[in-house]
Structures are given as structure tokens and as C-alpha cells.
């Protein structure tokens, strides 16, 4: 029994080294379809009569790599990317990082071609490089490449960032002075849990006080379990201060527990007289403002099932997380927006409330493959207005979001977009690839398909026509 399993292991190890050259043979196919697209593309396309001007969103060429790398059209990353089922920033990404390889890095990009490494470690080397010159590439290239078939991945990468400094040294400096000057606070998407990170680089000093009041806070948290109820009796000093950083959101509040006024259980907060009317817009209160929209299952409104919420730049919340995220804001209810309502108007711009129902139904742009959730496109007309065309050309029924990039690709480089319904999208591509866009995502759809989608009653129609060409003797049963 025991030799059985030592020829198990044997054979799982030589599995998985046999699906490291498959995944690298793979990498390497993926890189050179990048660079045969780009190759594909590389004249002017200005140069063709009537051209649209580069002024008018036209075509043009572009450098997506670094120094000494051949231009490459603008848009034409776009169907390469439906085609490579990612967004097109992905695509060009990768191009950019196909074109620097094989033209700045020559020496790794042989060893790469013989299967010596990732292809996401030559990638990165790429990234890393682009910014010097082809001859300060040149250096880094010969470093990794001696490192590469044999280092691990993270010594490799150490060895790039340590020659890129050496490089350029003076670029270097100014980077990092840059860097000092560079400070902000940010924080990540939410997670599956609803949770975010919160990133900020601050000046030594105010670092140093404000990690003093999060950690005050904390303590006085702790010490006034009823103010956070939700939180377990052996909570950890690290959760306490995450939560008072959260109050630092509400400074009334803070500043109340920070001077020990903040009202106890035996001691409620004062109610204000009712004589004395607020103006709708006062300033006495800096409670936070929020505008958020949910969207829930009727079942969790009627509570037979526990519900998720969607809160639009948050992500997906059970209901006690929103009624913590609402906690401590002023809510005013808005109408409800109906979303099987449609409009149309006698104009080219699309009204506010066409452009708000069509986020609402789509929770972003509608480009194959997109991922943006920003209120912060374009509204297009999937069916091309005609000024002198019939009345109520835009509408709910004509509108899409797209980036404006997206945009571009769609308007001047062949792309066919047929709005199948208030959320639904039908895209053919210049070279014939067809994708249907939905709420449920992108999916992948044949010409067949396409054109049931596209005229779902042609086939009652055909069959109409033949049925009445029987009925008059034209044609035999």
C-alpha cells in the first residue's frame, strides 16, 4: 500500500508539472495573439479618404507601449477585448505589455518564447519598464533574463525594480518626492462582507494624532457597551478602533464622547422645544446627507425571507448592514422610480429621468464585458437619431450608457447595437462576433441566435407568407 501512494504522488507531481508547460504554452499564445492584432493595426487610419477627423472621436494611432514600440489604432482594442471576453482596458493592457516584450525586453522575451517563465512575470517586468528608455530597458532586460528560468518570481521582480531604480536614478528621486507629496485618503470597493479599506497617506504628525483620538475613542467605546450593542463582550481592541474611526464620520457624536456628554441610559438626550421650527435648510446639524438606492426582493420587504440590499458604490449588504450604514444620517424618501415605465421625447438629448431609469435597470455601461459602475458616461442612441426622422426617437427604448471610449469604437469603427428591451442589448461586432448584454452579464451568443433576438417574428412572418401563397394555389403542399 505504501508504494501504491508513493506512485500516486509521483504521478500528481508529474501532473502538475505537465500543467506548468501547458499553462506557459498557453501564456505564450495568449501575448502573440495580442501582438498579431497589433500588428494587424498598425497603419494610420487617417490616412483613409474621409477618415473621421481625430477632433470628431475618429481613429487614430497611438503608442500603448513604451519608447520604440510601433503605434497601434486606438480602437481597435475593443474587439480584440468582447473577442478576449475582458474590458478594454484589459486588452490594451495586455498589448502594451505584448509590444514591450517583444521590443524592449528581446533577450526575456526569447527565454519567455522557450517556456522559461510566467507570463504574468514578463508582464510585470514590462509594466515596470515602460516608462524608461529603450536603452534603460535594456539594462533590466539583461538582468532578468539572467534570472529568470531560475529564480523564483519574487526574486525576479525584486531584481527588475532594483535595475529600474539603477537606471534612471534621477527619475527615481523625483518619483519619490512626488510620492511625499502625494497624500490622499482612499478606500477600496466593498467586499463580500460589505467591508472596506480604508488607504491614506498621511504627515508623520497628523498620522500620530489621529491614530490618539481612534484610540481614545476606542476606549471610551469600550467602556460604554451600549452604544455598541452589535459588537461581542470579548471584542478585540482592533475592532474597537475600527468602529471609532467610523464615528470620526459623525463628529457631533464624537465630540459628545470624546467631552463626556454624550447622553447614557439613564440619562436621555434632551428633546428640543417643538416652538422653535428648523428651516428646511439649517445649519445647525452636520449629520451627514444620504442619497442611497436599494434595491431588494419583494419577499424581503414583506419579511418572509431574510433580504440582500444593493447599495449603489457600496455593494451587496444584508438589511441590518444598511440599517447600520443609515444609522446616523438624515433620510429623506424619495418617489419610487418606476422602471417598467417608458418615455420618449421629440428631441436628441435624453431627459434625466430617461438617463437615471436606464443606470437603474443596467447598474452601469452596457458595453460587453464592462465593469464600470460610474454614473459617469455617455448616453447613446443604440438606433442612430435622425433629425429629420419620425417623433419619439429618444426614450427609454434608445438609450444606452457607454464610456466614452466605448463610445468611440461603437460610433465610428462598424459596430451594430440593437436594444432588445429597456435592459437588454444585442452587440455585432465589426467582425461578426455577437454578444447579448443583460442585468445577468454578457453571454456569448451565435449569428442564429442573434437574428431570432434580433427579428423574433420573422419566422411567423415567413411562415405567414408561405401559408397565404398555399391558400391561393401558388404553391403545391
Known sequence: MHFIDELDLAATLAAAGSLVHQRRALDIEDLLLALRWADLHGEDPQRVPGAVPVRCGGDHLVQMGGEGTPMVQDLCVHEFAIAHHTH??????????????????????????????????????????????????????????????????????????????????????????????????????????????????????????????????????????????????DCSKDELRAVALGWLARPEDAYALLTGTYPTPEQPAAVEPETEPVEPNTTRSTRQQAVVYVHLHQAAIDGIASGVARVEDVGALLLAQLRELLGHTNITLAPLIDLNRQISVNSYEHPEAVKERTHLRMCGEVFPHAVSQTRRTDTDHPSPYTPNGPPGQTGDHNAAHLRRSNHRAKTHKGYRLTQLGPGEYLWTTPHGLHRLVNTHGTHDIDEQQARTLEHPNAMDAALDRLQTKLDAGELRP
Open 88 to 233: 478594454p482596458i484589459s486588452a490594451r493592457k495586455l498589448i502594451a505589455d505584448a509590444l514591450d516584450a517583444r521590443h524592449r525586453l528581446p533577450i526575456t522575451w526569447t527565454v519567455f518564447l522557450d517556456g522559461g517563465c510566467e507570463g504574468w512575470v514578463i508582464r510585470k517586468v514590462a509594466t515596470l519598464t515602460r516608462d524608461l528608455t529603450a536603452e534603460q530597458a535594456a539594462l533590466v532586460d539583461a538582468a532578468v533574463a539572467a534570472a529568470i528560468a531560475t529564480e523564483a518570481p519574487g526574486r525576479v521582480l525584486r531584481i527588475a525594480e532594483a535595475k529600474v531604480i539603477e537606471a534612471d536614478t534621477a527619475a527615481h528621486a523625483a518619483a519619490l518626492e512626488a510620492k511625499r507629496r502625494a497624500r490622499h485618503v482612499s478606500f477600496t470597493a466593498s467586499d463580500e462582507h460589505g467591508l472596506r479599506h480604508l488607504i491614506a497617506h498621511l504627515e508623520a504628525g497628523d498620522a500620530v494624532w489621529l491614530d490618539a483620538v481612534i484610540d481614545r475613542l476606542a476606549d471610551l467605546l469600550g467602556e460604554r457597551r451600549d452604544l455598541i450593542p452589535d459588537l461581542p463582550g
